[in-house]
């Protein structure tokens, strides 16, 4: 079995974003950028799959400009086998991106496709749903616990209501949260052997896939600023501040 | 004319109040809105959806493969459905979350998630970045917009109404790939997180599960819900459905108090709509005393105990 993982540059999660004087947009000029923390876990848990002797290949998969090549390395260099970049502008629409991944499976016929639940610039969390729609596929968002037996695969959703667990016969699109594991760190010696593995470029128009990106991004603006409040010495006096306000 | 089709949550027994906050949302749009109501024997919430105000008419379509909540069977009953609708809405709870994109996709469209506030009917603000930019998009008309609703944005519309009920049969095919187990619910006589109006709220500092009575209990004598940073999920202390965050739940209680909480970005994400944030820690430079209203540096054991004598 192939296991197809998708990995999004963004914004570094410890970085503080800037939004751009012009509200064009966010500023990720001389930004740390990684992985997707989600995708990490997704990359991961494929590891963990391909260690078990369950799966035997590992591809990862990034739609982007040129720069995106630097995450798929890193994806390389966790232990993935081979990477595909889709070249495209560096910010697309989650229904191109789940049209190009449609067709990349269409190629490479992956018996499993591991996605992270949400980016953590766009916060969308539609990807691996919409993916799982077009491939009329089952899907199993938000993963924090799996396991694979025969054709099925057996996914714990983390689920306002609590954990939902269900059941999806492969293959499937498999959307991971937190929980499901700690990724590995990368080694030194692995970051060389990377640069060996192999790596495709795709264009969408290769895959027949035309950009959608018709939600347009006006306009950004930082969000309302919380004043600080005021600092009390004991229980008592946060005690008679809260009646005081009628809140208790 | 527009006219929305929100999706209706509900966990078999009781609607959940999502969907009165996505019908304030379709009004803010400018639509009328119908709602529909999925599952296997729903009749009392088709009945609590038919009290919203401003519902045209409620769909409810019973059949016992949609029982459970599997987006799967649920996108398929909405597409064959949204025919002259021009709006399609449901919650940015997990039920929406999951079951949006899958509809979206379907209909050969984009999703607008999240919505935030609405400046038109296909003008809509929405954070992004865990919240610490905030957008205005624009969707393009004459095609079926697919949204979710920031539940924590938005306050429900009030239950005044008396909307018809249609019942209707299924037409979409039952899958046979996706099959439901079970759910582990956290049950709590509590008041749920997402609704709550106040809400008492424990960190990593509590140290153990078992301290964690502490937040019971204070939240239990005044009327609270409990939550949870991400770190006192992580360490098994409380349950994930406690989790208040990025990738928790983002709520907006009238009183938000958080006891041995550091605050991480991805925690005053989910904390930011509060009306009032109490931050109890027992270190002064702890970030999250930069948002709250009211700031105690102490240690939580001591102020807990003090503060249910003083309420109680």
């Known amino acids: ?248 | 004319m527009s006219r929305t089709l929100i999706i209706a949550e509900h966990d078999g027994k009781e609607l959940n109040p999502s969907t009165a906050k996505c019908a304030r949302c379709a009004t803010a749009i400018g639509s009328e809105f119908d709602i529909v109501v999925l599952g296997s024997d729903t009749t009392n919430i088709a009945a609590q959806a038919a009290a919203i105000d401003g519902t045209q008419t409620v769909i409810n379509i019973s059949a016992g493969h949609l029982e459970n909540p599997l987006a799967v069977n649920h996108a398929a009953e909405v597409v064959a459905m949204a025919d002259g609708y021009s709006h399609i809405l449901g919650p940015s709870t997990t039920f929406g979350r999951d079951l949006m994109p899958r509809i979206a996709a379907l209909l050969g469209v984009n999703q607008v998630s999240d919505i935030s506030s609405v400046s038109g009917s296909h003008q809509f603000k929405r954070p992004i970045y865990a919240g610490n930019a905030i957008v205005d998009v624009e969707a393009p008309e004459g095609v079926t917009l697919v949204a979710t609703v920031r539940t924590a944005s938005w306050k429900s519309a009030g239950d005044n109404g008396n909307a018809g009920v249609e019942d209707r049969e299924a037409s979409a095919a039952p899958s046979n790939h996706t099959r439901y187990i079970d759910l582990q619910s956290g049950d709590t006589e509590r008041p749920d997180l997402q609704t709550a109006n106040r809400v008492v709220s424990g960190g990593r500092a509590l140290a153990s599960k078992e301290n964690f009575d502490l937040i019971y209990s204070l939240a239990d004598l005044i009327g609270a819900g409990a939550g949870a940073s991400r770190a006192a999920v992580d360490a098994g202390y409380v349950p994930n459905d406690m989790q208040v965050g990025q990738t928790g739940k983002i709520i907006s209680p009238d009183l938000y108090m958080a006891f041995g909480i550091s605050g991480a970005i991805q925690h005053v994400t989910g904390i930011k709509d509060a009306g009032t944030i109490v931050a109890i820690n027992k270190d002064a430079e702890a970030p999250i005393f930069e948002i709250a209203d009211i700031g105690l540096a102490a240690d939580l054991f001591t102020v807990i105990p003090e503060m249910k004598q003083l309420l109680g």
């Open chain 1, 1 to 248: 079995m192939k296991i197809l993982v998708g990995i999004k540059r963004v914004v570094d999660y410890n970085v503080r974003i800037r939004i751009k004087p012009d509200g064009s947009g966010v500023d990720t000029d001389g930004v740390k950028m990684s992985i997707n923390p989600f995708d990490e876990i997704a990359l991961e848990e494929a590891l963990r799959i391909r260690e078990a002797g369950m799966a035997e290949e590992v591809i990862v998969v990034s739609l982007g400009d040129n720069a995106c090549q630097q995450q798929l390395r890193t994806g390389l260099a966790m232990g993935a086998d081979r990477a595909i970049q889709v070249g495209a502008p560096a910010s697309l629409q989650p229904l191109t991106i789940a049209r190009a991944f449609m067709e990349v499976i269409n190629r490479e016929k992956p018996g499993l496709v591991l996605l992270g639940k949400q980016a953590i610039d766009g916060d969308n969390s539609q990807t691996a749903q919409m993916l799982a729609a077009l491939w009329d596929r089952p899907q199993a968002t938000f993963a924090s616990k799996m396991s694979l037996e025969e054709d099925i695969a057996t996914v714990t959703r983390e689920v306002d209501a609590g954990l939902e667990t269900i059941e999806v016969d492969l293959p499937a699109v498999i959307s991971v949260d937190l929980r499901l594991n700690e990724p590995r760190f990368v080694k030194l010696p692995d970051i060389m052997k990377a640069k060996r593995k192999p790596l495709d470029v795709l264009s969408l128009d290769d895959l027949g896939v035309s950009i959608e990106n018709d939600i347009q991004f006006k306009h950004h603006e930082p969000p309302p600023v919380r004043e600080k409040g005021i600092m009390v010495e004991d229980a008592a006096q946060l005690v008679a501040e809260l009646k005081n306000r009628g809140l208790v």
